[in-house]
């Protein structure tokens, strides 16, 4: 008999549905007690009068008054149940709360959300006020349907007890959000100007350049036939020249680095180098056929560019001032711009050409170390980096509206960024890596932009006609646009806070020093 036993406990070992001689599991107490309950009420509802049932249901509502009970009853309250039991509500499971219910999920609502998860990839070039302008609408359209969630829940994840700390809670509740102590201030850009001065007759005319501020601070316009100084300092306003003849104009004007002379450009193809300070003129450099409409100064050297396609190089310390002759362009050269190390000449014209000539091109045979073709439209807006001498920043006409980066070095393009507006003129920060642009047709703004992200970080509108022309204060601070609507509007753009620069200064000389310190070691 006893190897029989032995075999019926194996046999009941190797079946693994059997049942087990520990306690019964949950859901089968569970079941039990139901069953329970629902005998109890059977009897209660079939003899409802027996003082048996009666003195049960008394001393179970003696022992637990306020007792709620586990299972709901269908069955309605009877007569002999004390008042005090039936206040209790049964709260009836509504289901699982990790199961999403389809009573509350707006389904189209989330398969807009999920298929138009994707950012619109035009949405960087908006401006600001344009993306707040569409937020505005599509609250004002869907209200706060927007907002909702895909997946919806009918019920929330219980609480926490009280005094509950969660060890992970620190981990992952970390905010990528710098702390105030260490974010940078981001300074605050007027979007009005400080201030609106007339240009009355001044020309529409993309390919000229009738503005241009020195160093003393003055501001040189170009109205028709006359060039006026305005000084920024105490608001003078002195007329400079006249055209002889009243069918004649101004076509460009260009300040020498240190401020005392002003190159001027006129329709009748001469250059003429005027003296401030004393008012008059001191030579009228001639060459050219046509108009010259832009000029540049690399130290005693004035490049000028004509109608004809030529650019001449005059120096005006000689009495043959012309030096050297290029011949690059098909077209109008209306943008010149020479780099600051003095090495590159950059040139745009309207055949869509941009060159970079090397300094040392004295003959006419002369070609440029870089042609570039990627432009679509005429080259007028031409920009040199003031921390990166060989980057050039080069904008295109209505039919491009492109800025591109160059550099003059290697030949290589390194940016392109499409503006949806002509571009007319260009210039860079001194004290950000930051550059303003200003455009034409169809938005007629100057716009900020971060370098080399090349993210919008302020647009400036007033303007209502294309920005022909901008130039830069001597401090770097303030911007000055010329629009063919006849004014000119002053930008405060780049303010420096005083106390930084002041910390910017103080490195820089220590720097300065420890060099000298280590020199002299040696």
Known sequence: MAHLNFENDVNSLLRLDAPTKGPAMRWQRKAAEASCNNSINTSQCLTPMKTSNKSFNASMTAKTPSKTPKTPRRSKTPAGKTPGKSKTPSKTPSGDRFIPSRSTTNFDVGHFKIMNDKKDPEIHVLSPSKLEQQKAIAENLNGHLMDSKILSYTTKPPQAPEGYQNNLRVLYSQSNKTPGSSRKSTRHISSLPERILDAPDILDDYYLNLIDWSCNNHLAVALHGSVYLWNAGNGEIQKLMQMEYPEDYVSSVSWIKEG???????????????????????????????????????????????????????????????????????????????????????????????????????????????????????VKALSWCPWQPSVLASGGGTADRHIRFWNATTGALLNSVDTRSQVCSILWSKEYKELISAHGFANNQLIIWKYPTMTKVCELTGHTSRVLHMAMSPDGTMVVSAAADETLRLWRCFAVDNSRKKEKSLASSKIASNTLMRQSIR
């Open 260 to 378: 005392n002379y002003l190159a001027i450009g006129t329709s009748v193809g001469e250059v003429q180098l005027w003296d401030v300070a004393e008012g008059k003129r001191l030579r009228n450099m001639k060459g050219h056929a046509c108009r010259v409409c832009s000029l540049s100064w690399n130290s005693f050297i004035v490049s000028s560019g004509s109608r004809t396609g030529h650019i001449h190089h005059h120096d005006v310390r000689m009495p043959n001032h012309r030096i050297a002759v290029l011949s690059g362009h098909t077209q109008e050269v209306c943008g010149l711009a020479w780099s600051p190390c003095g090495r590159y000449l950059a040139s745009g014209g309207n055949d869509n050409l941009l060159n970079i000539w090397n300094a040392t091109v004295v003959n006419e045979t002369s070609s440029p170390i870089h042609t570039f073709t990627q432009h679509q439209a005429a």
